[in-house]
Protein backbone atom coordinates (compact mmCIF):
# COMPACT_ATOMS: atom_id res chain seq x y z
CA UNK A 1 0.00 0.00 0.00
CA UNK A 2 1.54 3.52 -0.58
CA UNK A 3 1.27 5.70 2.15
CA UNK A 4 1.90 9.08 0.45
CA UNK A 5 -1.19 10.84 0.76
CA UNK A 6 -2.82 8.32 2.73
CA UNK A 7 -4.55 9.62 6.07
CA UNK A 8 -3.22 8.07 8.82
CA UNK A 9 -4.90 7.49 12.60
CA UNK A 10 -2.36 7.00 15.14
CA UNK A 11 -3.22 6.35 19.04
CA UNK A 12 -0.85 7.22 21.63
CA UNK A 13 0.95 9.47 19.47
CA UNK A 14 1.90 11.77 21.99
CA UNK A 15 5.20 9.45 22.99
CA UNK A 16 6.72 6.49 22.33
CA UNK A 17 6.19 3.93 19.40
CA UNK A 18 3.48 6.18 18.87
CA UNK A 19 5.55 9.24 18.55
CA UNK A 20 7.92 7.86 16.70
CA UNK A 21 5.43 5.72 14.10
CA UNK A 22 4.27 9.51 13.22
CA UNK A 23 7.96 11.10 12.82
CA UNK A 24 8.17 7.83 10.36
CA UNK A 25 4.60 8.11 8.59
CA UNK A 26 5.04 11.62 7.67
CA UNK A 27 8.97 10.44 5.59
CA UNK A 28 6.63 8.39 4.33
CA UNK A 29 4.19 11.91 2.98
CA UNK A 30 1.29 10.77 4.95
CA UNK A 31 -1.56 12.85 6.25
CA UNK A 32 -1.48 12.59 9.73
CA UNK A 33 -4.10 12.27 12.81
CA UNK A 34 -2.73 12.53 15.92
CA UNK A 35 -4.63 11.09 18.77
CA UNK A 36 -3.16 10.58 22.28
CA UNK A 37 -4.39 12.01 25.70
CA UNK A 38 -1.30 14.83 26.85
CA UNK A 39 -1.95 17.58 24.37
CA UNK A 40 0.79 19.68 24.81
CA UNK A 41 2.99 16.41 23.53
CA UNK A 42 0.83 15.98 20.91
CA UNK A 43 1.13 19.43 19.63
CA UNK A 44 4.99 18.75 19.99
CA UNK A 45 4.53 15.88 17.61
CA UNK A 46 2.10 17.59 14.96
CA UNK A 47 4.87 20.52 14.72
CA UNK A 48 7.13 18.13 13.69
CA UNK A 49 5.12 16.36 11.23
CA UNK A 50 3.10 17.91 10.20
CA UNK A 51 -0.28 16.40 11.71
CA UNK A 52 -3.78 17.28 13.12
CA UNK A 53 -3.98 16.89 17.17
CA UNK A 54 -7.22 15.40 18.21
CA UNK A 55 -7.15 14.86 22.27
CA UNK A 56 -8.75 11.76 22.78
CA UNK A 57 -8.96 9.32 26.01
CA UNK A 58 -9.35 6.31 23.79
CA UNK A 59 -10.42 4.44 27.52
CA UNK A 60 -13.16 6.65 27.43
CA UNK A 61 -14.69 5.81 24.16
CA UNK A 62 -13.66 6.22 20.18
CA UNK A 63 -16.85 7.11 18.57
CA UNK A 64 -16.08 10.81 19.16
CA UNK A 65 -12.37 10.48 17.81
CA UNK A 66 -13.88 8.27 14.74
CA UNK A 67 -15.75 10.79 13.77
CA UNK A 68 -13.42 13.50 14.47
CA UNK A 69 -10.62 11.35 12.37
CA UNK A 70 -12.75 11.40 9.34
CA UNK A 71 -11.92 8.73 6.14
CA UNK A 72 -8.80 6.84 7.53
CA UNK A 73 -6.98 5.08 5.24
CA UNK A 74 -4.47 4.04 7.79
CA UNK A 75 -5.20 3.14 11.58
CA UNK A 76 -2.24 2.51 13.75
CA UNK A 77 -3.44 1.25 17.35
CA UNK A 78 -0.50 1.80 19.45
CA UNK A 79 -2.14 3.40 22.62
CA UNK A 80 -1.64 1.05 25.19
CA UNK A 81 -1.20 0.93 29.02
CA UNK A 82 1.09 -1.45 31.47
CA UNK A 83 0.98 -2.78 34.99
CA UNK A 84 3.69 -4.59 36.67
CA UNK A 85 2.95 -7.16 39.73
CA UNK A 86 0.61 -10.08 41.09
CA UNK A 87 -2.90 -10.26 39.45
CA UNK A 88 -4.01 -10.51 42.62
CA UNK A 89 -2.43 -7.49 43.42
CA UNK A 90 -4.67 -5.43 40.88
CA UNK A 91 -7.64 -3.51 41.26
CA UNK A 92 -10.72 -4.01 39.22
CA UNK A 93 -9.94 -0.34 38.10
CA UNK A 94 -7.23 -0.84 36.92
CA UNK A 95 -7.80 -4.12 35.04
CA UNK A 96 -10.70 -2.54 33.64
CA UNK A 97 -8.15 0.11 32.59
CA UNK A 98 -6.03 -2.11 30.74
CA UNK A 99 -8.77 -3.96 28.76
CA UNK A 100 -10.55 -0.68 27.67
CA UNK A 101 -7.45 0.80 26.32
CA UNK A 102 -4.91 -1.88 24.95
CA UNK A 103 -7.93 -4.42 23.41
CA UNK A 104 -11.42 -2.94 23.47
CA UNK A 105 -10.58 0.62 22.13
CA UNK A 106 -8.39 -0.90 18.97
CA UNK A 107 -11.41 -3.30 18.48
CA UNK A 108 -14.38 -0.48 18.43
CA UNK A 109 -11.91 1.91 16.23
CA UNK A 110 -11.72 -0.97 13.87
CA UNK A 111 -15.37 -1.59 13.97
CA UNK A 112 -16.09 2.20 13.05
CA UNK A 113 -13.45 2.59 10.59
CA UNK A 114 -13.36 -0.30 8.73
CA UNK A 115 -16.26 0.43 6.86
CA UNK A 116 -15.40 3.39 5.26
CA UNK A 117 -11.75 1.41 4.23
CA UNK A 118 -13.94 -1.28 2.04
CA UNK A 119 -16.05 1.14 0.69
CA UNK A 120 -13.08 3.25 -1.05
CA UNK A 121 -11.70 -0.42 -1.63
CA UNK A 122 -8.27 0.09 0.13
CA UNK A 123 -7.06 0.73 3.75
CA UNK A 124 -4.95 -0.82 6.27
CA UNK A 125 -5.20 -1.76 9.90
CA UNK A 126 -2.08 -2.18 12.25
CA UNK A 127 -2.12 -3.48 15.82
CA UNK A 128 0.76 -2.74 17.92
CA UNK A 129 1.19 -5.93 19.90
CA UNK A 130 3.59 -6.93 21.89
CA UNK A 131 6.05 -10.09 23.18
CA UNK A 132 4.49 -10.24 25.69
CA UNK A 133 1.01 -11.27 24.27
CA UNK A 134 2.88 -14.31 22.41
CA UNK A 135 4.51 -15.99 25.00
CA UNK A 136 3.33 -14.86 27.93
CA UNK A 137 5.12 -12.40 31.12
CA UNK A 138 5.16 -13.17 34.77
CA UNK A 139 3.77 -9.95 36.30
CA UNK A 140 2.31 -8.65 33.34
CA UNK A 141 -1.11 -11.37 33.20
CA UNK A 142 -3.60 -8.94 32.30
CA UNK A 143 -1.15 -7.53 29.77
CA UNK A 144 0.04 -10.04 28.31
CA UNK A 145 -3.73 -11.04 27.62
CA UNK A 146 -4.89 -7.94 26.09
CA UNK A 147 -1.67 -8.37 23.70
CA UNK A 148 -3.20 -11.69 23.20
CA UNK A 149 -6.32 -10.66 21.99
CA UNK A 150 -5.37 -8.34 19.34
CA UNK A 151 -3.43 -11.49 17.49
CA UNK A 152 -6.73 -13.44 17.78
CA UNK A 153 -8.84 -10.77 16.56
CA UNK A 154 -6.33 -9.76 13.42
CA UNK A 155 -6.46 -13.25 12.88
CA UNK A 156 -10.42 -12.99 12.34
CA UNK A 157 -10.36 -10.15 10.65
CA UNK A 158 -8.22 -10.88 7.67
CA UNK A 159 -10.16 -14.29 7.22
CA UNK A 160 -13.34 -11.92 6.99
CA UNK A 161 -11.97 -7.95 4.80
CA UNK A 162 -10.00 -7.45 1.98
CA UNK A 163 -8.43 -4.49 4.35
CA UNK A 164 -4.65 -5.25 5.03
CA UNK A 165 -4.32 -6.54 8.70
CA UNK A 166 -0.20 -6.30 10.68
CA UNK A 167 0.37 -7.02 14.00
CA UNK A 168 3.63 -5.66 15.16
CA UNK A 169 4.90 -7.33 18.50
CA UNK A 170 8.09 -4.91 20.05
CA UNK A 171 10.50 -6.55 22.37
CA UNK A 172 11.48 -4.10 25.12
CA UNK A 173 11.32 -0.55 23.63
CA UNK A 174 13.13 2.67 25.56
CA UNK A 175 9.48 4.69 25.71
CA UNK A 176 8.20 5.88 29.06
CA UNK A 177 6.27 2.63 29.62
CA UNK A 178 8.12 1.61 32.05
CA UNK A 179 8.08 4.33 34.17
CA UNK A 180 4.13 4.96 33.64
CA UNK A 181 3.34 1.52 34.81
CA UNK A 182 4.85 1.76 38.30
CA UNK A 183 7.80 -0.47 37.69
CA UNK A 184 11.12 0.18 36.05
CA UNK A 185 12.91 -2.15 33.32
CA UNK A 186 15.39 -3.92 35.50
CA UNK A 187 16.78 -6.67 33.23
CA UNK A 188 20.15 -6.64 31.78
CA UNK A 189 19.14 -8.69 28.16
CA UNK A 190 17.42 -7.62 25.83
CA UNK A 191 18.54 -4.59 26.12
CA UNK A 192 15.12 -1.80 25.09
CA UNK A 193 15.77 -0.91 21.56
CA UNK A 194 14.37 2.94 20.22
CA UNK A 195 10.91 3.69 19.42
CA UNK A 196 12.17 5.03 15.87
CA UNK A 197 13.27 1.05 15.16
CA UNK A 198 9.77 -0.15 15.88
CA UNK A 199 8.04 2.68 13.79
CA UNK A 200 10.13 1.86 11.01
CA UNK A 201 9.07 -1.50 11.35
CA UNK A 202 5.28 -0.65 11.29
CA UNK A 203 5.75 1.57 8.06
CA UNK A 204 7.32 -1.61 6.25
CA UNK A 205 4.17 -3.54 7.38
CA UNK A 206 1.70 -1.21 5.89
CA UNK A 207 4.26 -0.60 2.31
CA UNK A 208 4.53 -4.55 2.29
CA UNK A 209 1.05 -5.73 3.87
CA UNK A 210 2.76 -8.02 6.09
CA UNK A 211 0.58 -9.57 8.57
CA UNK A 212 3.13 -10.27 11.34
CA UNK A 213 6.46 -8.27 12.14
CA UNK A 214 8.91 -8.78 15.34
CA UNK A 215 10.81 -5.89 16.69
CA UNK A 216 14.06 -7.29 16.96
CA UNK A 217 13.53 -10.31 14.79
CA UNK A 218 15.00 -12.60 16.80
CA UNK A 219 12.07 -12.41 18.74
CA UNK A 220 10.48 -14.67 16.28
CA UNK A 221 12.22 -17.77 17.59
CA UNK A 222 10.45 -18.14 21.14
CA UNK A 223 7.38 -17.04 19.73
CA UNK A 224 7.77 -19.87 17.23
CA UNK A 225 9.33 -22.29 19.85
CA UNK A 226 6.13 -21.89 21.78
CA UNK A 227 4.07 -23.46 19.54
CA UNK A 228 6.09 -26.05 18.30
CA UNK A 229 7.82 -27.03 21.38
CA UNK A 230 5.67 -25.67 24.50
CA UNK A 231 7.05 -27.76 27.07
CA UNK A 232 11.04 -26.70 25.94
CA UNK A 233 9.75 -23.23 25.71
CA UNK A 234 8.19 -23.31 29.22
CA UNK A 235 11.46 -25.13 30.75
CA UNK A 236 13.61 -21.65 29.33
CA UNK A 237 11.14 -19.49 30.09
CA UNK A 238 11.33 -21.05 33.71
CA UNK A 239 14.96 -20.45 33.42
CA UNK A 240 14.88 -16.72 32.42
CA UNK A 241 12.16 -16.03 34.72
Do not use: Q
Request: overall charge positive; glycine content about 12%; aromatic content about 4%.
Amino acid sequence: MRLDDSRVLITGASSGIGAATAHAMAGAHARLVLAGRDRARLDAVAAGTGGRVVAADVACGTAALAAEAGAVDVLVACAGVGWAGPVTAMTEAAIDELLAVNLAAPVHLTRLLLPGMIERGHGHIVFVSSIAGVVGVPGEAVYSATKAGLTAFAEALRAETPVGVSVVFPGVVDTPFFERRGAPYARRRPVPIPAARVARAIVRAVERERAEVYVPGWLELPARLKGAAPGAFRRLAGLLA
